[in-house]
């Protein structure tokens, strides 16, 4: 590049800025369009657009099975397509679990490891909407007790030890959203999702015990996405509805004691986040709120409270760390605790890649009211090569 186009693209750059700090979010974009035009592969331009676009799920703390990466409200804010992979995976650091059995108690072992893997693209709509199309590649692995047979099953007439309920969702995504003003988005998801059990086991339940919870199962999300004229305060709701199946031991466990796999319903799950940008978007200060209402035989609910914050030192480095308090009221059983999330944006050109690794206490889904500490992390690569508006 001629040092007279470089010249140029710093002037854009530096009126995108000045064009933030006077509020004009309009004439920053298009200085920020010609400055990327210059330099595409500038990573300041490339940061400092990223910003200026909002809605990543950099701060969730994992993937939700049923919910869509992105809050599709956000879809009517969309400046620029992009193509992305998210993917999560959740594993117990105990060998026990909380609420009925005593933790790291090896005789009983609940394993609820789950990853999900989520690719989907963004794409812009003229002035004013957008489009998602986003897939979801999920395994649940569960497992309720060890085959050693020398202790009380869990399940009635149970006599191997422990059924596995191991079970993949195949699912789609396709969301679109609209600006009804300059600040205020709706966006609306449908999706489908097949379950799939694993019936190569002989200890399978889902596989044949369970074929009535298998099949497809449509879903459907509805949201709201705000961002002030500045772009410096983005904020959102969510809510997600599915008709996915989920089993569940019955009654709650407790020592000596066997129940029943029970076929439920996944909560509603609701959603809602803020995140204030300063210091000419290099310190963003979020806050998100996450809630499960339980719409099957079981009453109750789940809820999460996630304060975070992120610093970018360079242009193309953000480091972030979050604080996750989180607690349960199932069925009259009830618990809280902590959970911590430390992770890192590195904006590359167009891609940018993410990484969040988390410990939080999480409710075991197949044993109401008890949860269990885990280990996850999440990756994200995203990117902003595909059209503008």
Not at 40 to 52: D, F, W
Not at 75 to 85: I, R, S, T, V
Not at 241 to 260: Q, R
Request: proline content about 6%; aromatic content about 10%; some cysteine.
């Amino acid at each position: 590049m001629s040092e007279e186009r470089k010249v140029e693209a710093i002037v854009a750059f530096s009126g995108a800025v000045e064009a933030v700090d006077k509020k004009d979010t309009s004439a920053a974009k298009r200085q920020i369009a010609v400055a990327k035009a210059i330099d595409p592969a500038n990573a300041a331009v490339a940061a400092y657009a990223a910003k200026l676009a909002g809605g990543s799920p950099r701060f969730l703390i994992e993937l939700e099975k049923q919910a869509p990466t992105y809050n599709p409200a956000s879809l009517g804010f969309l400046e620029k397509g992009a193509a992305y992979f998210w993917m999560s995976m959740s594993a117990p650091n105990e060998t026990g679990f909380q609420g009925g059995f005593p933790t790291n108690d090896s005789r009983y072992e609940v394993k609820e490891t789950q990853s999900a893997q989520h690719p989907g693209l963004l794409l812009p709509l003229g002035d004013k909407a957008g489009l998602m199309v986003d897939l979801t590649f999920s395994q649940y692995l569960n497992f309720l007790q060890d085959a050693s047979g020398s202790h009380t099953p869990l399940i009635s007439g149970e006599s191997r030890g422990g059924p596995n309920l191991d079970f993949w969702l195949f699912g789609g995504t396709v969301g679109y959203g609209r600006r009804l003003a300059d600040s205020l988005s709706f966006g609306a998801a449908c999706n489908i999702a097949v379950l799939s059990g694993d019936s190569s086991s002989s200890t399978t339940v889902f596989g044949y015990d369970y074929m009535k919870a298998r099949g497809f199962c449509p879903g459907a999300t509805l949201g709201l996405a705000y961002k002030s004229p500045s772009g410096a305060l983005t904020a959102d709701a969510q809510l997600v509805w599915s008709s996915e199946p989920e089993l569940y031991y019955d009654p709650p466990p407790k020592p000596a004691v066997t129940g029943s796999l029970v076929k439920g319903k996944v909560p509603l799950l609701g959603s809602l986040g803020a995140t204030v940008g300063l210091l000419d978007k290099r310190i963003f200060l979020s806050g998100k709120v996450i809630g499960e209402y339980y719409i099957d035989e079981r009453s109750g609910y789940t809820l999460r409270a996630i304060p975070g914050l992120e610093v970018w030192p360079l242009r193309a480095l953000a480091l972030r760390g979050a604080y996750e308090y989180s607690m349960l009221d199932i069925d009259g059983a009830t618990d809280s605790g902590s959970g911590y999330m430390a992770g890192a944006s590195l904006v590359l050109g167009a891609f940018d890649l993410n990484f969040n690794w988390i410990n939080r206490l999480r409710p075991n889904r197949i044993l109401p009211g008890t949860d269990r500490h885990t280990n996850s992390f999440m990756v994200g690569l995203v990117w902003s090569g595909l059209r503008s508006r």
